[in-house]
């Protein structure tokens, strides 16, 4: 069988200039970075003063600061579990509709909040309803990012990132006023005000179809790769196109257009396609073969659905970088089947992805922990509050440093977001050692500036690590999962450190083990990298 070239299928004519339809890597893409950011500044620059602003309302409950990490606690869940189930809203609403549902509750919480009278009420408003919001703005508002850019997404999300960060800097001066100007029912009011610009944030995630750029492209003959058979005994029997190429030795397109090229065998079955090196990555559709008994478990080369969805990967003009065939999936009718393939679970089936949000996790946690625990463990070594406020000032100064230069490094370098997570993790984890064993003014002023200056490359590279990973209709159930692990860390390892230091009385002890939680990030990365180098030397060897 042959597939005729069509210009459905993305031919080429060599008389004819072809165009290709791209992201703008800018245009409307800057506003959805102004969207992001008004997002993360409207819901979540509040949460470090969170204590200090309910700090008297909570005493003339009764219940003391202890309610706040209740609140902060259910928060937390909240937002693991809506980002995790943010993906079945998406499969019937768009990325923009669902981020005006996150806003629109997040605000109505923020109102509600003003008006508040007891504990139950502000663990429902601040804890689980803000918490609903914003688990549905964030897998959205970074999906709706990353479709806009390809090239310059840790320039642009530097740039966020960094306005973020200032805005967080000086939120406590602005709390301080608006409690003496307006006491605590006014200052909620006006958080209720600032929240509601969530929604304006979210207005401007417009498809990115809308605002898609022509860009002409450059043609290079390959060959498609047919899907794995259904079973392993029809692997000899398969034959695509009357050209035996599917072999042990050949495992990707790559591969195959270079024992094509070498080989001379230029027939009529191979198409030609847009060249693939600098494009978006999507998914080759997946053939799904039902499994009732009137279905032959041969495999047809023939099949009806089979051929028209190779058409269909052969008209996608933006595939990406060289990818695995995709397998052929035996639907097996079940309910876990089921629940599976609609909360998308199959991607949890790759040993990569899995390695990505574990480490991320991880790490992410260890962060956040560290500076969490920091001003208690300066207190215990008996600085000042005012050297406390200096060193924790320093941090939070060099991390917003740090994400604008790296935005102007992204101007000029392509940089790989998961080298540098990679980098950030490994150094903070080296660093957090050396912390531990000081604990004088200018030695912890200094470190804590370093690990600062690090904390950037880890909160810039994570939205983006995912993204460069999957294809981009699949990142927001990519994401999602990720809240969800983040969440269940946080809520298992969490309280598991915060008992050991409890025990042992020991900020060393507490500390180290976040520096170990690092490097469960670091070790695995390091040794898929070195797996992947010792595969592709093999594949490079074999051709």
């Not at 009806?304 to 035996?330: C, D, H, Q, R, W």
């Not at 040993?351 to 949000?357: C, R, T």
Request: glycine letters at 8%; hydrophobic letters at 45%; aromatic letters at 12%.
């Amino acid at each position: 069988m042959k597939v005729p070239a069509k210009r459905s299928m993305g031919s080429c004519d060599s008389d004819e200039k072809k165009y290709e339809l791209v992201p703008p890597e800018g245009g409307w893409g800057y506003a959805v970075c102004v969207g992001l950011s008004v997002i993360f500044i409207a819901g979540t620059a509040h949460q470090p003063v969170f204590g200090f602003i309910y700090n008297d309302f909570l005493e003339e409950l009764g219940v003391g600061t202890g309610a706040v990490t209740v609140v902060y606690g259910v928060f937390q869940v909240t937002v693991a579990i809506a980002g995790f189930t943010a993906n079945i809203v998406l499969k019937r609403l768009s990325l923009r509709q669902v981020g005006l549902i996150g806003a629109s509750v997040y605000t109505l919480a923020s109102f509600l909040a003003i008006f508040v009278q007891s504990t139950t009420q502000l663990i429902i408003t601040n804890g689980f309803l803000q918490g609903l919001g914003m688990g549905l703005l964030i897998p959205v508002s970074y999906t709706s990012f990353n479709s806009y850019f390809t090239k310059k997404k840790v320039l642009y999300l530097s740039l966020c990132k960094a306005s973020i960060g200032f805005i967080t800097m000086i939120y406590p001066l602005f709390i301080k006023y608006t409690m003496k100007e307006y006491g605590f029912r006014g200052t909620v009011a006006i958080l209720c005000a600032i929240s509601s610009h969530s929604i304006f944030g979210a207005i401007v995630l417009q498809p990115v179809q809308w605002h898609m750029v022509k860009r002409m492209k450059s043609c290079e003959k390959i060959v498609l790769i047919p899907p794995t058979p259904a079973s392993e005994e029809d692997d000899s029997k398969f034959d695509f196109m009357g050209t035996n190429l599917i072999n042990q030795n050949t495992r990707s397109a790559q591969n195959i257009y270079s024992k094509v090229h070498n080989n001379q065998q230029k027939d009529a079955g191979q198409l030609f396609i847009p060249k693939l090196a600098a494009s978006r990555r999507l998914s080759i559709p997946v053939v799904l073969i039902p499994s009732d008994v009137k279905t032959d478990s041969k495999f047809n080369s023939n099949d009806k659905f089979y051929i028209e969805n190779l058409y269909k990967a052969a008209s996608i003009t933006s595939l990406g970088n060289f990818v695995e065939p995709m397998p052929i999936i035996k639907n097996k009718e079940g309910k876990w089947q089921t629940v599976a393939e609609y909360l998308d679970l199959t991607l949890l089936k790759d040993l990569v992805y899995d390695n990505i949000i574990v480490g991320m996790a991880l790490t992410f946690f260890a962060d956040l922990t560290f500076f969490t625990l920091e001003p208690l463990f300066l207190d215990k070594n008996n600085l000042s509050r005012g050297e406390i406020a200096n060193i924790i000032a320093i941090g939070g100064a060099t991390d917003m440093v740090s994400r604008l230069l790296l935005g102007v490094f992204g101007q000029f370098f392509r940089m790989n977001s998961r080298y540098m997570f990679y980098a950030g993790a490994l150094f903070t984890a080296i660093f957090r050692f050396v912390f531990v064993q000081f604990t004088t003014y200018l030695p912890l002023l200094i470190l804590t500036a370093i690990l600062g200056a690090l904390r950037s490359l880890v909160h810039i590279a994570q939205p983006i690590v995912m993204a460069e990973h999957v294809p981009i209709e699949r990142y927001p159930p990519a994401y999602g999962l990720y809240m969800l692990l983040a969440g269940a860390i946080s809520l298992s390892v969490g309280p598991m450190i915060g008992f050991i230091r409890d025990y042992t009385g020991s900020y060393v002890i507490a500390f180290s083990l976040l520096a170990i939680c690092n490097l469960c990030c670091v070790i695995p990365w390091t040794i898929e990298a070195i797996i992947v180098a010792v595969k592709r030397r093999k594949e490079h060897q074999q051709t």
